[in-house]
């Protein structure tokens, strides 16, 4: 009996160490879903420098990169800078108008925050390091406009020559490509840093975590029904999984990928035909690291014919406050992309694609929850 009596002691010490003790506020979410959560941090992650690119972590370089970030000294016309897409005030991403309406892009302008911990880089992976996706928008006929044969010549007669000749030796002694390449990793040292902070979910998840009870029951109940649907009914972590909330690979979102009449956005399966194509890849002499990780990746992915109208599925960090939404920017609100899903039209999935989506049939009150919970995921 005594031996009884210890053993029934023993659980309910063990009960009540992993039960929450709950005071006026509670608790919605199940044991099992609390576990779940613990998948999405701890934020921000254990940060290491890049091995492909020297110049990541250097306090100097981030400096140089973020004086290039800042000017319009890389643009063909020279009144166009990396800011004018990606703004600060608007979160790094300023949407498919490129700022003061200079220029309509086809897609949705990413933000770049907690861009260094990506994989694959912009909606199409065309990318696979973040100095190569540095580069694109300089030479490109669409944004920047400044050809590579011009970029040494502006480079020398700046302010940014004594920088690059102390980072990377003397120019002329360099062909276009290595002077964009180098442009370019100052670039990516720069946007290195651009990470968000803790928001109100992590502080939940450290909580909970810790078994702090008294913090975690701080979390709204809006906030906590939403993460419910998030974890549960909605699957929506299956894609948007981990610390980043996003597993970085490539889904259909069931959003039409026709740019205008005649015109489609082929995603992915362009992507991976850019990509095979880039002399800049991991796989390629330009990546500084003498081991080449990762440079697997590119020669291991293959075209198929169900990447087409798929896209990389974007990080869910700091979401409220990077509208508008999707690869075209068609949605304009969260409480949009919510309800996309609810009431998603399967018809318009590849039919020999993945069989993820589903219409979630929400309600208007678990539309405002999950929200509410997407919300909780932005500073």
């Known amino acids: 009996m005594r031996l009884l009596r210890l053993l029934l002691c023993g659980l309910l010490a063990e009960l009540l160490l992993v039960t929450p003790v709950l005071a006026d506020n509670t608790l919605l979410l199940t044991q099992s879903q609390l576990s779940q959560l613990q998948a999405h941090g701890p934020w921000p992650p254990v940060i290491k420098p890049d091995p492909s690119n020297r110049l990541s972590g250097n306090a100097e370089a981030i400096e140089f990169g973020r004086r290039l970030f800042f000017s319009t000294r890389l643009s063909g016309?020279?009144?166009?800078?990396c800011v004018s897409c990606h703004a600060p005030e608007d979160a790094f991403a300023s949407g498919r108008v490129i700022k003061n309406g200079l220029l309509e892009l086809d897609r949705n302008t990413l933000s770049l925050f907690n861009v260094r911990f990506n994989r694959w880089f912009g909606w199409d992976g065309s990318n696979d390091n973040l100095w190569a996706q540095s580069?694109?928008?300089?030479?490109?006929?669409?944004?920047?406009?400044?050809?590579?044969?011009?970029?040494?010549?502006?480079i020398r007669e700046s302010t940014f020559l004594r920088s690059y000749q102390h980072f990377f030796g003397e120019i002329s002694a360099h062909d276009d490509d290595l002077v964009l390449v180098n442009i370019a990793k100052a670039l990516a040292a720069y946007q290195e840093t651009l990470i968000t902070k803790k928001t109100s979910f992590d502080k939940f998840r450290e909580a909970v975590a810790n078994k702090n009870w008294t913090n975690a029951t701080q979390y709204p109940e809006s906030a906590q029904r939403g993460l419910s649907i998030f974890l549960g009914k909605g699957n929506c972590s299956l894609c948007h999984s981990g610390p980043l909330f996003s597993n970085g690979e490539f889904h259909d979102a069931g959003v039409p990928y026709f740019i205008r009449p005649g015109v489609v956005d082929k995603g992915r399966h362009q992507g991976i035909i850019d990509l095979k194509k880039s002399p800049f890849t991991l796989a390629s002499d330009y990546n500084d690291d003498l081991k080449k990780k990762g440079a697997w990746a590119v020669k291991k992915v293959a075209r198929q014919h169900s990447n087409f109208g798929i896209f990389r599925v974007p990080g869910?960090?700091?979401?409220?406050?990077?509208?508008?939404?999707?690869?075209?920017?068609?949605?304009?609100?969260?409480?949009?992309?919510?309800?996309?899903?609810?009431?998603?039209?399967?018809?318009?999935?590849?039919?020999d694609g993945e069989a993820i989506l589903k219409p979630l049939n929400l309600s208007s009150q678990e539309v405002a929850d999950l929200v509410s919970f997407l919300q909780s995921l932005s500073e």
Not at 142 to 148: A, F, H, S, T
């Open 135 to 154: 580069m694109r928008p300089i030479v490109s006929t669409q944004e920047m406009k400044l050809p590579k044969q011009a970029l040494r010549k502006v």
């Open 316 to 351: 869910l960090r700091n979401v409220a406050n990077t509208a508008p939404y999707m690869h075209d920017g068609s949605l304009e609100t969260l409480e949009d992309v919510v309800n996309h899903y609810s009431d998603i039209n399967i018809e318009r999935l590849h039919a």
């Open 77 to 81: 016309d020279n009144a166009t800078s």
